[in-house]
């Protein structure tokens, strides 16, 4: 077995088995590559698909644009976490929650009304888009660090 020259892939050749594994293995090293996820540790509880900033403890809590202290997001995180739990939070990609029902094409930003919620409706201040819906239940996150 060997690697490719460009990402250090797994080379997949015809016939290997357990190929399911080594595909999964080359998707992790992928979104390592592209930083799509964040690993981290919950602050608090929190709820797949919630909007999070990183604090100075180094923990993630849930974002909102109504203060300075609770932004900006880097992402969404991607389960379900308890208090100091491990957590991938998602930055760059598609995510999907059947909850949702947004408008294809509309900005996507943090709610400063919810904490960890997410809104359509650009807020007044402290506005960082995330994504942008790309389907009534998808967003294609993108999440930038700007000047609030």
């Known amino acids: 077995m060997g690697f490719t ?3 250090e892939f797994e080379e997949l050749l015809y016939g290997v088995a357990g190929w399911n594994s080594l595909i999964t293995a080359n998707f992790q090293a992928l979104d390592e590559f ?5 690993p981290g540790t919950a602050g608090e509880a929190l709820t797949a698909r919630q909007a999070v900033y990183l604090a100075s403890d180094g923990k993630f809590y849930k974002a909102q644009a109504n203060a300075d202290s609770t932004m900006p ?3 969404l995180v991607i389960a379900d976490a308890s208090a100091g739990g491990a957590i991938l939070v998602r930055r760059v990609g598609p995510i999907t ?4 029902s947004w408008s294809a094409g509309a900005s ?3 709610s400063d009304s919810v904490a960890g919620g997410l809104t359509a409706t650009k807020p007044a201040s402290r506005a960082q888009p995330l994504g942008v819906a790309s389907a009534a239940d998808t967003i294609f996150l993108n999440v930038t660090l700007i000047a609030l």
């Open 5 to 7: 020259d460009k990402y």
């Open 34 to 38: 592209l930083q799509t996820y964040i």
């Open 73 to 75: 997001s880097l992402g």
């Open 97 to 100: 929650d059947a909850g949702w």
């Open 108 to 110: 996507i930003y943090v």
